[in-house]
């Protein structure tokens, strides 16, 4: 079954310091994986985007990892920031016309962030 | 560049009444999705068109959930009768397929309260 599982559920963090959330996948044939951050009362907005040959990418103070072979992923945040607190989002694509019920991308849950001063 | 666009953003209304939620997708974007968020979960995609045809709707309860996407451009997405159950937000996202990355934008969503 394709799932997205993602840790931890929630975490606070102050302000300054850093942070690293955890996303398994189980989704095959894997395309590509996202982060998504979200706001309390927006739509989510895209942080990063990884294919399967890349293992890391940076977007400002965000870097993303992916390990193909572990099937896992983390996004580390660097010197966080008040703005910082929302939810983050990882989403797994599978291959284009591969079928399912849910189209081709699997959510998870989201990490919710709460970052103090 | 306008993002996806929702109306309305709230929306509070009594079990058993109608509803339908309006979006307008990127310009350009074939591909238009909805989909159900709960309080502390992902989004669950309901329904998703590829130009006018709805090319995924296993997951919209037909019963009472309807949407359409005429022209291909914008789409209403409507409930009848609301249950309390379907107290959510719901999200607008369009992308345009074939691209290299299939990105997907959001629209800020639409939080329904049934009551």
């Known amino acids: 079954k394709n799932q997205v599982e993602q840790s931890p559920q929630s975490l606070i963090i102050l302000e300054g310091k850093n942070c690293t959330l955890q996303c398994n996948y189980t989704v095959s044939p894997f395309s590509n994986l996202r982060w998504y951050k979200q706001d309390t009362g927006r739509g989510p907005v895209s942080l990063t985007i990884?294919?399967?040959?890349?293992n890391t990418k940076s977007n400002g103070r965000y870097t993303a990892t992916l390990d193909a072979d572990t099937k896992q992923s983390s996004l580390h945040i660097t010197a966080s920031q008040l703005s910082d607190s929302a939810s983050y989002i990882c989403?797994?694509?599978?291959?284009?016309?591969?079928?399912?019920?849910?189209?081709?991308?699997?959510f998870g849950k989201g990490t919710k962030l709460s970052v103090k001063p | 560049e306008a993002g996806v666009v929702q109306s309305p953003r709230y929306k509070i209304i009594e079990k058993k009444q109608p509803v339908a939620f309006w979006c307008n997708p990127i310009?350009?974007?074939?591909?238009l999705y909805w989909y159900l968020q709960n309080l502390g979960q992902g989004p669950e995609l309901l329904i998703r068109y590829e130009n006018e045809e709805a090319v995924d709707d296993s997951q919209l309860p037909k019963d009472r959930f309807s949407a359409e996407r005429l022209k291909g451009v914008d789409s209403t997405l409507k409930i009848q009768p609301a249950e309390l159950g379907d107290s959510a937000v719901y999200l607008c996202?369009?992308?345009?397929?074939?691209?290299?990355?299939?990105?997907?934008?959001f629209g800020p969503g639409t939080r329904l309260t049934v009551t």
């Open positions: 989403v797994v694509r599978f291959e284009k016309n591969y079928g399912g019920s849910q189209g081709n991308l699997i």
């Open positions: 996202a369009s992308s345009l397929e074939g691209g290299s990355s299939y990105e997907q934008y």
């Open positions: 990884m294919t399967f040959s890349e």
């Open positions: 310009s350009g974007h074939n591909t």
